[in-house]
């Protein structure tokens, strides 16, 4: 995702984004995590902190070899605060990337309808 304005994501999206693909995946490394969330590091480091500090997620550190790795899972907290709070919340409040999209589809469903009825006019 780049930093235009089209491409903003508010938090509580972020923070079910996270909780989904670690519920998805069982456990990811912090590059994967913010890879897979579209996520910068920099950036959105204090959101995972948050996220962990209220014990939505799991994080955990691994030596492997000289590197020190960050894993992170969820919680059972976490998936159920993503069920009863973060569900219900998308559905109230969809995202509008989606919401467009979902918008821009159907219209160019009804265009492509439109040109196969104009066709068979013309074929007739």
Request: contains cysteine.
């Amino acid at each position: 995702m780049s930093g235009s304005p089209n491409s903003y994501r508010d938090r509580i999206y972020i923070v079910k984004d996270v909780i989904l693909k670690l519920v998805e995946y069982g456990e990811l490394n912090q590059t994967a995590l913010v890879s897979f969330c579209g996520l910068n590091l920099k950036k959105h480091k204090s959101i995972l902190e948050d996220i962990e500090y209220n014990e939505l997620i799991e994080r955990r550190e691994a030596t492997i070899g000289k590197r020190t790795v960050t894993f992170y899972r969820p919680t059972q907290k976490g998936m159920a605060f993503c069920k009863d709070i973060l569900e219900p919340y998308e559905k109230m409040f969809p995202r509008r990337k989606e919401e467009v999209k979902k918008k821009d589809d159907s219209a160019v469903e009804g265009e492509k309808k439109d040109d196969t009825d104009l066709i068979m006019l013309v074929l007739i």
